[in-house]
């Protein structure tokens, strides 16, 4: 998961999507269900509703890794445009776990490396005792 392509490209990559369509199309993706049609209204009223979500997702759009996910995460959480009652009370904002999914799915599709080199997770020998050790018996 550490290539040098970023979330940004590879999700463009994989849904076909160009490149200066990705905010929108993952702020659409990443909002709580219940948000979309009042977010629209509430950047229509004030452009400037979307600061914290769109710098956010540009900030995850440049990330390589899911590691450094959480840094952009806590950034969006003390953003200064990221407070209110329509924010913090009723979400009215891009969901931290919806984009953390979404990143993941697109990153784990494009891993190719096992996440332990030289481990195989499933014993190896005799299908009875790879039962066993299912079954948890000694």
């Not at 849904?15 to 209204?41: C, K, Q, T, W």
């Amino acid at each position: 998961m550490g290539s040098s392509i970023n979330f940004a490209e590879l999700f463009c990559q994989q849904h076909n999507v160009a490149p200066d369509r990705f905010v929108e199309r993952v702020l659409a993706s990443s909002l709580y269900p219940h948000a979309h049609g009042i977010f629209m209204i509430l950047v229509w009223l004030h452009p400037d509703y979307a600061a914290a979500d769109l710098d956010f997702i540009h900030g995850v759009g440049r990330l390589t890794n899911l590691q450094d996910f959480w840094i952009e995460a806590e950034d969006f959480a003390h953003h200064p445009r990221n407070f209110g009652f329509w924010r913090q009370r009723l979400r009215v904002r891009v969901s931290t776990r919806r984009l953390l999914r979404l990143m993941k799915k697109t990153l784990v599709v494009n891993s190719t490396k096992a996440p332990w080199p030289g481990m195989n997770p499933w014993p190896a020998g005799n299908p009875a005792q790879i039962e066993k050790v299912d079954a948890g018996a000694p």
